[in-house]
């Protein structure tokens, strides 16, 4: 049997979910949830606005705490009580919407508190670490800088840089190019393509279609809570079976935000 | 990779911006040097009308005697200043011990779960408890109280208990100004802390607080100018502190300049202060202005 990485054997997949519930009050957000993510595949979770896709990344790094089922990380279930929160955050990367950078430490700080504070890394060997990280992603030159002085795009890089300086397993991105202004996307889809190469496992909430249909090996289509549909993207985005897909995506071609 | 190596460029050649140059720059600092020179008479003119105004009013000579007798305040002026030592020393001793416990009541105050319910309730209860009483009250109970119980080894010493009142009493008001700072660190920088592997604490030590003390260093100097001037009130206590010197000096003299003196010292420390404070809560909005998005 091949084993990767941590010893895990490569069949155990990355994350493995299983009827997911979620609820805020009486607002039901997942409903049902089946999902699993093999290692080094890339996932792409597409839907509208509130169909849960946030929500169910910020379930899996156990941001927030799941009214029923079960998720496993790599075979060791994460969700029932009593597990150590911290350790399994270590293991999962998430990157937000709104950089979320910490505004009072310069880029390399920013980089190396969670190594230096959660692992014990020394400082040097952290900086070491984190300036090899920012170098090959185009930021060498910015480790000195306050987040403030950074475009949208640096800004976000930063935040990838800093999820993976914790050598994640698993990376979830929560539609990390949404709030950067439209010159700024590509940048940012560039390092998680490259991410993708590396064979980095990774959950995508994105309303880039044309990005999901390019990285993803496969594509879930989210609908009120649940995954209505989920195929390669090919299939997905030209012969989606579902009559919600066909009308979610209509709605985004005639946005302009994919090309029929 | 080469589009993605090479990110927009740095954004300083849009911050800064460009004074005004050739006819138009000379015309602006001629015009500046005018209102300068103009304010300057305005305001002699107006102080000299004041001073004649006041001078020549009719009780001026009593006013002159009572409270700005030159002998008087030659002689008592070393003394008052000398007192005034014990404020300083009363004032620095509260001021780091209140930095301590109004931080410990606030993050007392915020921690989670129903285990610790007594503990916030025990905060929350002591803010407003410390938040309702008069000052005075404060320094009376302990200063005379405690010493009155007549207790084995409890201590005499005033001073003990005048740190003692300021600190509690302080440390309330202090507490809610480190509360509202970590109420102002958006919610989305404790999940970024937590989810890369960080406690609870540690996103507390490192994340929360560090930003949430910066945003209230101006109130925290508001309160200390506070805590300057009530300083006085522990000299009801037996302090021989700065308003105790000058009522002695007063007294011995028939005349109120001693206070004019006691007044003359808080006016020089305090207005810096006050000052300071303004510096800092105009820099805080440049800064806010320029990190906005």
């Known amino acids: 049997m091949t084993t990767i990485g941590g010893g895990v054997p490569a069949t155990v997949p990355a994350v493995a979910i299983e009827g997911l519930y979620k609820s805020f009050g009486k607002l039901e957000v997942l409903r049902g949830i089946d999902l699993s993510v093999d290692r080094?595949?890339?996932?792409?979770?597409?839907?509208?606005?509130?169909?849960?896709?946030?929500?169910?990344?910020?379930?899996?790094?156990?941001?927030?705490?799941?009214?029923?089922?079960r998720i496993t990380i790599g075979g060791d279930e994460i969700s029932k009580p009593g597990v150590d929160v911290n350790k399994i955050r270590r293991r999962i990367g998430i990157v937000f919407q709104a950089f979320n950078l910490f505004p009072h430490m310069s880029v390399i700080d920013n980089v190396t508190l969670a190594p230096r504070k959660v692992l014990r890394t020394p400082p040097d060997e952290a900086a070491s670490q984190a300036t090899a990280l920012l170098t090959r992603f185009g930021l060498a030159d910015k480790q000195a800088e306050f987040p403030d002085r950074l475009s949208g795009g640096q800004q976000q890089r930063v935040a990838i840089v800093r999820a993976l300086a914790m050598h994640p397993d698993l990376l979830l991105l929560d539609e990390i190019t949404s709030a950067l202004d439209p010159e700024l996307v590509a940048e940012v889809l560039g390092v998680v393509r490259e991410l993708a190469t590396g064979g980095m496992t990774m959950l995508i909430a994105t309303h880039e279609m044309g990005f999901a249909r390019d990285i993803a090996n496969r594509v879930c289509f989210l609908d009120a809570g649940r995954i209505l549909e989920e195929g390669p993207p090919e299939r997905i985005f030209r012969q989606p079976t579902e009559a919600r897909t066909r009308q979610f995506l209509d709605r985004v071609i005639a946005a302009g935000r994919l090309e029929a | 990779m080469a589009g993605l190596l090479s990110g927009p460029g740095d954004s300083g050649d849009l911050i800064g911006v460009r004074g005004p140059s050739g006819p138009r720059l000379v015309h602006e600092r001629r015009s500046a040097v005018r209102s300068t020179a103009v304010a300057a008479i305005s305001t002699v003119v107006f102080l000299a009308v004041i001073t004649l105004i006041v001078v020549n009013s009719p009780g001026w000579s009593a006013v002159q005697r009572s409270f700005f007798d030159g002998e008087v305040f030659a002689e008592s002026w070393p003394v008052i200043v000398k007192a005034f030592w014990i404020n300083v020393q009363l004032f620095l001793v509260s001021e780091v011990l209140i930095l301590t416990l109004g931080l410990v009541v606030a993050v007392l105050r915020s921690v989670p779960g129903p285990v610790l319910f007594p503990v916030r309730a025990l905060a929350t209860i002591y803010a407003d408890v410390f938040r309702a009483l008069p000052g005075l009250l404060v320094i009376y109970i302990l200063g005379f109280g405690i010493p009155a119980l007549?207790?084995?080894?409890?201590?005499?010493?005033?001073?003990?208990?005048?740190?003692?009142?300021?600190?509690?009493?302080?440390?309330?008001?202090?507490s809610e100004v480190y509360r509202a700072g970590i109420d102002s660190v958006h919610p989305s920088q404790e999940a970024a802390a937590r989810s890369l592997g960080l406690t609870r604490f540690q996103a507390l030590r490192h994340v929360i607080l560090p930003q949430a003390v910066r945003r209230v260093v101006p109130p925290l100097l508001n309160d200390f100018i506070g805590l300057q001037k009530d300083t006085v009130l522990v000299s009801y206590i037996g302090v021989v502190e700065i308003f105790r010197q000058s009522q002695i000096r007063s007294a011995a003299t028939f005349n109120f300049t001693p206070y004019l003196v006691t007044a003359l010292v808080f006016l020089v420390v305090t207005i810096p202060l006050a000052r300071l404070t303004d510096v800092l809560i105009a820099r805080d909005r440049r800064r806010g202005a320029a990190s906005a998005r």
Do not use: M
């Open chain 1, 40 to 69: 080094h595949e890339v996932v792409c979770l597409i839907g509208a606005s509130g169909s849960g896709k946030s929500t169910l990344l910020r379930c899996i790094n156990l941001l927030e705490p799941i009214d029923a089922g």
């Open chain 2, 150 to 174: 007549g207790l084995a080894g409890v201590p005499v010493d005033p001073f003990l208990y005048a740190v003692l009142a300021l600190t509690l009493i302080y440390s309330a008001y202090v």
